[in-house]
């Protein structure tokens, strides 16, 4: 047995879950009740430091508001935990961990760094090495709104079931368009690995900024605009299966009060929370491997260096988390800017136009690469 | 006849709709950018910045008792605020003024004065009542208390918070 690879994946595993996505959940929480109070001409939580006064001390220690996350944790955990009477108990308590789990899940795939030299073996940065990342994300991301129709289902009110049933349809209608669009990103890569998609990335540009290494061929500027349309759909498809702002139809407040997670309370709440976080870091880590070069440092071709020293892949790593805290930026910012779609909207929206153009893009590409490629 | 109400005509750009969710992104970004360089006018972080410079003259904060220049308290017991006060808020337990006092002539005063800080609700109409304006609402706005006792304004706390105020009314002078 590999105790090496054992124990390297173990450290990955936890380290990536626990040390990167859930503080980062944690952050974006904090980071998006900030951007919202920004955009709104409001300074947001500034308050929360460490209170040294419980502990006598004569002052506390302000950090702006930097412990937020802490004290919103620390309400969860001491809220009542809830059950209503009239729920069905075992699939309501099911429903939460339906919805986190496959968000964590999903990160499996996603390559957060390039490799790193450990005892002189290369470690690669991904937690699984699948040949089939995209579509492993799909199948599994996607099992995340069943978490939520349970959740709207169990919870046996009006409120709930409506968002449930929203979001059901809301998913396959934006799952063919999130699908078809990362079709042409897979025919221009030939390459259905995550981590190969970055480093080829890496060595001839990103998809959306082919400014080096053989990206400034005149066929991969040809490339670019079925990439931009690829780009926006799988992007606004994103938004549409992460929940977020313009397409949040299950939980929408100023309708269904709470939507899909209105009989739910304390850390089971917390819990709906989490997942939509991590979904959205995950959603971001995706569309920033597939199309923003990942890992890579931009006009810096470095992955051959990663393998011989320890330092580059530490600098992968930031690369790439803050490619995707800028993403998330991204995120925040359609949020408090774009007004809810109307439900019809939103479904005319998925069917008659992405769907379409997602569709149409894939024969573009097929025609641009045949001629391209000739 | 009949209005017609006239359709506006979209352009392109207008139809295509993507073109006004950049513009409505760019207004968001203006607004978050401004707030970070300083630029915007923000809330006023209360308990550390405090508009009480600024508070106008007419202001009316919470009622209090006051004595005059030379340390007679003013109210005379009557009683009129507490029967005006539409919340309830004042009670008064007048009692007369030992005939060896200084101030025996004038008869009454409060032996015990009441304000419920709880029932107040600022009008003012006490003070607006009062024919010997011992009675006036102060600037002070942040009237708390952990209990509903100690939100009972007493005589010693309302002469605590109202002072002194000389002038206006002579009529209880040695030297009229």
């Known amino acids: 047995m590999d105790w090496f690879l054992v124990l390297s994946s ?41 209170p040294l006064t419980i502990f006598g001390a004569k002052k506390d220690f302000p ?22 009477k009239h729920v069905r108990k075992f699939y309501f308590w099911l429903a939460p961990a339906l919805t986190m789990v496959p968000a964590l899940l999903t990160c499996a795939v996603i390559p957060f760094g390039s490799y790193m030299n450990i005892g002189g073996r290369e470690v690669k940065m991904v937690i699984a090495d699948l040949n089939v990342g995209p579509l492993f994300t799909f199948a599994i991301a996607s099992l995340g709104v069943y978490g939520i129709v349970l959740a709207g289902w169990a919870s046996n009110s009006k409120y709930p079931f409506l968002g449930g049933v929203r979001s059901s349809s809301q998913m396959i209608s934006y799952e063919i368009a999130l699908g078809l669009s990362v079709v042409p990103v897979l025919m221009v890569f ?56 313009p397409f949040d139809l299950p939980e929408c407040e100023t309708e269904l009060v709470a939507g899909y997670h209105t009989e739910y309370s304390s850390m089971k709440f917390a819990m709906f929370f989490l997942g939509e976080y991590a979904a959205m870091i995950i ?66 929206l998925g069917w008659v136009f992405f769907f379409e153009l997602a569709l149409a893009n894939v024969f573009l590409t097929a025609l641009i690469l045949m001629i391209v490629k000739r | 006849m009949a209005y017609v109400v006239e359709r506006p005509k979209l352009s392109l750009a207008e139809k295509l709709y993507f073109p006004s969710i950049l513009k409505g992104l760019k207004i968001t970004l203006g607004h978050f950018i401004r707030l970070m ?97 011992a009675i006036f609402l102060r600037k002070d706005y942040a009237i708390t208390g952990t209990t509903r006792e100690e939100m009972v304004h007493d005589k010693k706390r309302l002469y605590e918070l109202g002072g002194v105020r000389d002038g206006l009314v002579n009529k209880w002078n040695e030297l009229k």
């Open chain 2, 37 to 133: 360089r300083g630029r915007t006018k923000v809330t006023m972080q209360y308990p550390e910045e405090k508009w009480d410079a600024s508070l106008p003259a007419h202001y009316r904060g919470a009622p209090t008792l006051v004595t005059d220049e030379v340390g007679r308290e003013r109210c005379v017991a009557c009683q009129l605020c507490e029967f005006i006060c539409p919340p309830r808020a004042i009670t008064i337990t007048p009692e007369q003024i030992p005939t060896e006092d200084k101030w025996a002539k004038v008869e009454k005063r409060p032996r015990e004065f009441k304000i419920d800080m709880i029932r107040c609700i600022y009008c003012g109409m006490c003070e607006e009542v009062c024919p010997e304006q």
């Open chain 1, 63 to 84: 950090l702006f508001g930097l412990i937020q996350p802490l004290a919103d944790g620390l309400k969860f955990i001491l809220k009542e935990d809830l059950t209503p």
């Open chain 1, 283 to 348: 959603g971001s880590g995706l569309i920033v491997t597939l199309f923003l070069g990942g890992w890579s440092i931009p006009f810096l071709p470095t992955a051959e260096l990663a393998k011989t020293t320890w330092w580059m892949g530490l600098l992968h790593m930031g690369c790439f988390l803050t490619k995707v805290a800028a993403f998330i930026f991204f995120f925040m910012w359609v949020r408090w800017t774009l007004p809810r779609f109307r439900f019809d909207q939103l479904m005319r």
């Open chain 1, 190 to 245: 030939q390459e259905l690995n995550l981590g190969m998609i970055v480093e080829e990335q890496d060595k001839n540009g990103w998809l959306l900024l082919p400014l080096w290494g053989e990206g400034l061929s005149w066929q991969r500027w040809a490339l670019l605009l079925p990439m931009g349309i690829s780009f926006v759909v799988f992007t606004i498809a994103m938004f549409a299966e992460t929940n977020r702002m």
């Open chain 1, 10 to 50: 173990l450290i990955k595993i936890s380290g990536f879950t626990f040390l990167v996505i859930l503080p980062f959940v944690a952050l974006s929480s904090l980071a998006e009740r900030k951007v919202s109070a920004y955009i709104q001409d409001r300074v947001g939580p500034n308050r929360v430091g460490v």
